[in-house]
């Protein structure tokens, strides 16, 4: 069983910063690429930003200065750290990563359930 939860989700001003966190959790032997994906209403799911095992990162250009992705291996843990929010960024946000399990030799791709941003006007 392995598993990845979002948090760190809400309403916040134009302007404004908020953290999302993506943990994963369950039966993990390694986790190579995580990444984060939104979708708003209407619209395709569109990558915001990706990071590699060792640090190497991706961004959109829509949020390129804005945003900083990250991770805490030893956690297993990834965070997005949002700042200058825009209207325009509000969507659901999802958490995937590349995770093999402990007793198998191959990764499998996995989400999260996602996690709500509002940006207001």
């Known amino acids: 069983q392995v598993q990845l939860v979002e948090s760190g989700g809400g309403l916040v001003q134009a302007g404004g910063s908020l953290r999302l966190s993506c943990r994963a959790s369950?039966?993990?032997?390694?986790?190579?690429?995580m990444g984060w994906y939104r979708q708003a209403p209407g619209n395709s799911r569109e990558l915001v930003a990706r990071i590699t095992r060792s640090g190497g990162t991706n961004f959109a250009d829509s949020v390129k200065g804005r945003f900083t992705i990250s991770r805490d291996n030893a956690m297993n843990t990834m965070y997005l750290q949002m700042n200058s929010l825009k209207p325009e960024d509000t969507a659901v946000y999802y958490c995937?990563?590349?995770?093999?399990?402990?007793?198998?030799?191959?990764?499998?791709?996995?989400w999260g359930q996602g996690t709500q941003v509002t940006v207001s006007s």
């Open positions: 369950g039966n993990i032997g390694s986790i190579n690429d």
């Open positions: 995937t990563a590349y995770i093999r399990r402990r007793e198998v030799t191959f990764f499998q791709n996995y």
